[in-house]
Structure formats: structure tokens, C-alpha cells
């Protein structure tokens, strides 16, 4: 066999190959989402669901759900749609806010519930509204995925104006790797308080590797304020148990504030860097008596008001001190769209979700 073919044989097994072990869906309706997701629920591969731009209703009072036995991959991806008459899913915008999972005030929205596995679960480009979860349903948005090792993956996700009666708004909990990116989690409510403090953030991320040194969370350019709670908490929670913490470029503000805008918990080990965040005011709190140094290296920038325009709009008005103070390669990188699903980066990344467009971009001249 010559080497040309032999190179072309070898594309097309690749080719074969990955079809074999891979599936794709298209959703237009709230019907069809959820057809996807229990379909990728059973069929051992890895999917990709792509969601077309519009708002979708979840099912009531238990939202959508992808509940599996299948340890594959699942990918959720928003913001495609057609264009003079193509197919449905043709093409994609990288703007969250125009693929919306809406509760309309009565359900919760949206969870992950593999009772195991090791591929990775992401959702990209979707925004996640006006849930309300009533206490026997859990969060609004969730991965209640205790047994799971795989990477939790949420870039470029909106969740806004959401009710948790109980436990928080927003919570995952593995064993493998949390990574979130460019993402916003503002003007959420939660009623709880359990008396545990590392069980009451509004938002909550837990990496819970039970041994060894896998996982860890990696939060990088998100931007997170103005989650309340009546009953006294609603900060950012992240809790590591035996694996590395990694925040950059993060803006927190205005959650809650009996104890902290940003909590940490850390059992038996943290390491990992923090740069160029805007943490409020943040505590590092020990579960155990075997920590580490929690993380190795804490870059905080100067206490400041990030200055965001205002009236529901995290963007970053002008004479924000976040403009251009981020770090450009952090840990995990910075990804190529912001939560407006514009360029992540003008000049030096800035400080959260929203990359400032600058005097020039204004007016229209985007
Ligand atoms: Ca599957
Ligand atoms: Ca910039």
C-alpha cells in the first residue's frame, strides 16, 4: 500500500470512527430538547445538542432533565438558527441571550443527573431565566453529580432572576473538574439557610475528589452579583475537596453579605493561583484540620466598586476600574467569545463576564 493511501484509508477510519461513537441532534421546540436529552440519555455516545435560537419551556415544576446511565459525553450548545431558508441549525451567534431555558416564575430549569460516568457534560451559549424551584425539586440549575469524574464545562451561560425556595440557585457538585468561563450569575434570590455556611451560597460549585489529585475548580472571567437571600447568605460558594483552585479574572459583588461576597472552602488540600479578580469581600474557610496553603498565589486587585452600568446591566460602564486589569493567560484560559458573544479580548482582557467595547465601539460603530 502506498503512504497516499494509506493516509486516506486511515481519514476515513477516523472518520467512521468517530461517527460510530458520536450523535448530534438539532432542537427547535421545547418538546424536541427534551426528546434530545432523554435520547442522549440511553444511546452510549458522545452528544452534542444544538439548540436554535428562542425560548424554550421547561417541563413543569421538574425543568428539563438529563437523568443517565450513559457515561459518555453530553454537550449542549446554543445560539444557531437558519438563514435565507437553510436548514434549521445552520448557523451559529455566540450571544447567550438570545437561547433562553424560561421558567416563567413556576419551574425550575434545567439538571444534570448521570448517576455516573467520565465524559464531559458542557452547556455553551445559553441563558438560564425566571426559575423557581419549590423545595422537593431541587435547584433551578444543577448537576447533582456526586458519583460523576468527568469535567462539568459552563462557558458563556446567563442565569438571571431565579428563585430557589431551597438549597441554592445554582449548584453543582462532582467529583470530577468544574471549569466556568464567561458567564453571568446575577439577581437571583434563594430562601434557605441550613446553618451551614458552606451549604448557602446562592451559587454553588463543589469539586469533591474523594482521593488522589483530579478535579479542582477553574473559574475564569465570570461575573457574579447581586444574588439575594432574605435569610441571610447568598455569596459564591466553592468548596475543593483534595484538588487545585484556579480563579482569574472574576468580578463578585453585592451577594448577600452577612458574611462575604465570595466564600472558599477548602478539605484536606487547595493549591492552584488566583489573579486579577474582583473578589468583594472573600473568605477562605477550612472544612478540616490537613489544608494546604489555600491557593499558592493571590493576585487580589485593589477594593473597588467595578462600576457596572447599572439597572440590570453587568456590563462595565467606562470609568470602570475593571477595564484592562485582567490577566491575558491565566490557568484554563480565557476562551474566544464574552457573555455578549463578542471578541473575549480588546487590548488587555478586562475584569468579568463583558468585555468593554471602548469609546471607538460605541454608537453603532460595532
Ligand atoms: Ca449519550
Ligand atoms: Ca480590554
Known sequence: MNTRRSVALLLLLVFASSNLHAASFC???????????????????????????????????????????????????GGYGSFMGSAPCSIQVMNPEL?????????????F??????????????SFVNGHSLASYGPPLAGDIADYSGTVRLERIVVRNNVSDDMP????????????????????????????NWNNG???????????TAGGLTLNNNTVANNRNPLGYAHLSLYIQNGPIFLANNVM???????????????????GTWLNNSLGYWLVVPISDHEMHCPNTVQE?????????????????????????????????IGDWDAAGKPRRI????????????????????
Open 301 to 333: 486587585l485593589p477594593p473597588a466598586d467595578p462600576r457596572f452600568i447599572g439597572n440590570g446591566d453587568y456590563r462595565l460602564a467606562d470609568d470602570s476600574p475593571l477595564i484592562e486589569s485582567g490577566a491575558n493567560i491565566p490557568t484554563g484560559g
Open 27 to 77: 432542537v427547535t421546540t421545547s418538546t424536541e430538547l427534551q426528546n434530545a436529552l432523554t435520547s442522549a440519555a440511553t444511546n452510549a455516545e458522545d452528544d452534542t445538542i444544538q439548540v436554535q435560537i428562542g425560548t424554550y419551556t421547561p417541563p413543569v415544576q421538574q425543568g428539563f432533565i438529563y437523568g443517565s446511565t450513559d457515561t459518555h459525553a453530553l454537550s449542549i450548545v
Open 99 to 111: 437561547t433562553r431555558i424560561d421558567g416563567g416564575g413556576t419551574s425550575r430549569l434545567f439538571s
Open 202 to 212: 446562592a451559587i454553588q460549585f463543589e469539586s469533591r475528589v474523594v482521593s488522589g
Open 347 to 366: 487590548g488587555t482582557v478586562d475584569v468579568g463576564a463583558y468585555e468593554h467595547r471602548g469609546i471607538l465601539f460605541r454608537d453603532g460603530f460595532e
Open 169 to 196: 440557585v445554582v449548584w453543582f457538585h462532582t467529583r470530577g473538574a468544574i471549569v466556568v468561563r464567561n458567564s453571568v450569575f446575577v439577581d437571583n434570590t434563594m430562601y434557605y439557610d441550613n446553618g451551614v
Open 113 to 126: 443527573r448521570p448517576l455516573g460516568g467520565a465524559g464531559d457534560l458542557s452547556l455553551t451559549g445559553l
Open 253 to 271: 459583588h453585592g451577594n448577600g453579605a452577612v458574611d462575604a461576597d465570595t466564600l472558599v472552602f477548602m478539605e484536606y488540600s487547595c493549591w
